[in-house]
């Protein structure tokens, strides 16, 4: 069920109170074409049923919202249809208010994993209820997929929403316990029910949507888009859809490294971001244009279709400040995409996540994070990739903090290198569980190190160019001594840790004595470069720019070789190289805008209330940035994209061309034909 996405779709919220009177009387046919069409959108997903639980077409399953006197998602849908415009069509399945109060056994009943206190659901403060899927609520919700197709079977797919089951213990799931033999009181057991209950949600709503039409692209919501899961993507998805709002709490970071996965799974991917200041269910919120201009045109950049989220007015009309700057956006978006379909990420370095070896991790693992950061800011070419990747296509493996590695990856990796294939471990990535290496690193190990924070001082072709003297070191390292590799340094531990009334020096940190302490922070041997701290969780913790200088070096270090592109953009600029194999082209793609902190916490009545911290306003252009790149094949002519203008380059030694962009503001792509 592979689906090909266009380019410039809307993901319409329409969440809608019961409460609310004259719901879509202000909907207008030829308005809504022409408000779609001005803004460039050709593809919208339009609401079945919502949160609420309320439909938006003539159903005998659910319930039609009480103030709704017609089929609205069908004159939406003929709409669409009548202006070409795409229709995915979006059903609420996790969450369904009206069935929850009508069936409140049907309720997840959440399990704290720390304290194992159950909560109930409240009445008491606004919010959605969530179903169990191993409640009869599955069933209905079957139906409900079911009599959605049947009504819209020209839809261009079926998108699910909040279909992560939590851990539950409801009767129906302890009934579920019983009958495997699963220990309620034990934590592990509430996990294991609550994969046959997402096992059960996957199999049965996926079942549903392929006996009626096995092309219908399908679509579950629930961030199952990670490394990991390339599996259940083959099984149960046609596409991937990465919501990442990027002022709605997932940062500006979120989406691309979200996006260097998704590019290595084989299927079509959209970026989701919002049209909200901040996020989902906000009236009245806007970005400045600026704002989606950049988001869209990193979409576009990191190989995705572009999705902008928004939420309809409960009248039905769409808002016109709202098109108005998506227009902005997306009449961009409409001028690029020739340069961007069917396009394949060229990257000398792939991440290994932990999110790729271990279940259950967070969104947002810190050392997965962190060493995303700093490849992006370092203007490496990298992808994210899981266990089913080909390791043989990248020149560096990076294993960040804490990887574990079992029998089978440990094989892989002495396959992967006796080919050539580089490492690069830092923290307890390649140590098994008493702390000793799995490869030899030509050091010898010998725990971790009691002192925390201690200190680093790189040798001296790896610090960072201010500074020469011992960095602090948040969280802790390992102790090791290089025995035949080469160091990358050593450490220095505090006086004394920091602990209480009688240890403790200053506002922070204990100095460190004159003498190191004995131990490397980091060794080279054969094709592995090891690092003795987490250093990535520390510098998503932390951010301090002389490290992300220091760990740029060593990433350098660690490939061997000159990377395949280097440039002279900022940190804060972002660069990425796309193969375009059928077009005999691949495309540099500049990327740069300033994000601001500005809004945040704020207190109203002595109530702390949540702000939104980052806006893009001005997009400011970059000068003279200068581009060295191999090209995978030899480079008949350069071009800037879309503006058409050819672009001068130079060949240089060993297959590589070099080139000089000399304005450019938000986004630019560099069309290398060959
Ligand atoms: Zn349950």
């Known amino acids: 069920m592979a689906h090909h996405l266009r380019f410039r779709q809307i993901h319409l919220d329409f969440h809608t109170s019961g409460n609310i009177p004259g719901i879509g009387l202000g909907f207008d046919k030829d308005e809504w074409i022409h408000t779609l069409k001005d803004a460039h959108v050709n593809s919208i997903t339009l609401f079945a049923k919502c949160h609420h639980g309320w439909h938006y077409h003539d159903t005998k399953i659910g319930k039609m919202h009480p103030s709704l006197g017609f089929d609205l998602l069908r004159a939406q849908f003929d709409a669409c249809k009548e202006a070409d415009i795409n229709a995915p069509i979006y059903i609420s399945a996790g969450y369904d208010d009206i069935t929850m109060m009508e069936h409140p056994g049907w309720k997840n009943i959440f399990v704290d ?37 049947e009504q819209f079977p020209n839809c261009n797919g079926i998108f699910l929403d909040i279909v992560k089951q939590p851990v539950c213990a409801c009767e129906h799931c302890m009934k579920v316990m019983r009958e495997n033999g699963l220990d309620p009181t034990k934590y592990e057991d509430l996990v294991i029910c609550q994969q046959m209950a997402q096992e059960r949600y996957f199999k049965m709503t996926t079942k549903a949507v392929m006996e009626i039409d096995p092309e219908m692209p399908l679509f579950h919501n629930g961030g199952f888009v990670k490394p990991g899961n ?18 709605g709490g997932w940062g500006y970071d979120h989406y691309p490294l979200a996006a260097k996965y998704a590019q290595t799974v084989g299927m079509d991917h959209l970026g989701m971001t919002g049209k909200f200041h901040t996020t989902w269910g906000e009236f009245g919120g806007y970005k400045h244009p600026n704002a989606l201009r950049y988001e869209c045109s990193a979409m576009l950049a990191y190989g995705s279709k572009c999705s902008i989220g928004d939420q309809l007015h409960p009248c039905g009309k769409l808002d016109s400040s709202t098109y108005r700057i998506i227009g902005k956006a997306y009449s961009e978006v409409e001028a690029k995409e020739a340069w961007c379909d069917h396009v394949n990420s060229i990257a000398d370095i792939a991440i290994l996540p932990k999110q ?24 490496f070419l990298f992808d994210i990739i899981d266990l089913n990747a080909d390791f043989g296509k990248y020149r560096l493996l990076i294993l960040p903090d804490a990887v574990s590695i079992d029998a089978k990856l440990k094989k892989r990796l002495d396959t992967y290198m006796a080919k050539g294939g580089r490492l690069l471990l830092t923290g307890t990535s390649g140590l098994d569980k008493d702390g000793q290496p799995l490869f030899e690193m030509g050091a010898k190990f010998d725990g971790k190190n009691p002192f925390a924070p201690d200190y680093l001082l790189p040798i001296e072709k790896l610090q960072p160019p201010d500074v020469d003297s011992p960095m602090v070191m948040y969280l802790p390292s390992q102790r090791m001594k290089v ?12 006086y004394f840790n920091r602990t209480d009334h009688y240890h403790f020096c200053s506002h922070q940190q204990t100095p460190y004595p004159p003498d190191q302490s004995g131990y490397d922070s980091g060794v080279q041997f054969g094709n592995i470069v090891y690092l003795a701290h987490p250093m990535f969780a520390i510098y998503r913790g932390w951010g301090c720019v002389p490290v992300a200088q220091y760990l740029r070096k060593v990433v350098s270090l660690a490939l061997g070789e000159p990377p395949r592109l280097t440039c002279n953009l900022p940190s804060a600029a972002r660069v990425t190289m796309m193969d375009q194999p059928s077009k005999k082209r691949s495309i540099v793609h500049l990327l740069y805008a300033g994000v601001l902190p500005r809004g945040g916490a704020s207190t109203v009545d002595g109530v702390q209330v949540r702000g939104n911290g980052m806006v893009i306003e001005e997009l400011l252009p970059l000068v003279n940035t200068t581009v060295k790149v191999k090209p995978l094949k030899a480079v008949r002519k350069a071009t800037l994209e879309p503006q058409g203008i050819p672009v001068l380059f130079e060949r240089e030694d060993d297959g590589y061309i070099s080139f000089r962009v000399d304005s450019f503001t938000c986004h630019q792509m560099v069309v290398l034909h060959y």
């Open 113 to 149: 994993p720390k304290t194992m206190e159950v909560r109930i659901p409240s009445n008491l403060r606004a919010g959605f209820h969530r179903a169990c899927f191993n409640s009869p609520y599955l069933d209905h919700l079957i139906e409900e997929i079911q009599e959605v197709m």
């Open 230 to 247: 390339q599996a259940l993507l083959n099984e149960y998805f046609s596409h991937q859809e990465i919501e990442s709002l990027p002022t």
């Open 356 to 379: 790729a070896v271990e279940k259950d991790t967070n969104r947002d693992e810190s050392s997965d994070v962190g060493v995303g950061r700093l490849l992006l800011e370092g203007h």
């Open 483 to 494: 025995t035949k590799g080469t160091s990358l340094g050593v450490t220095y531990d505090s």
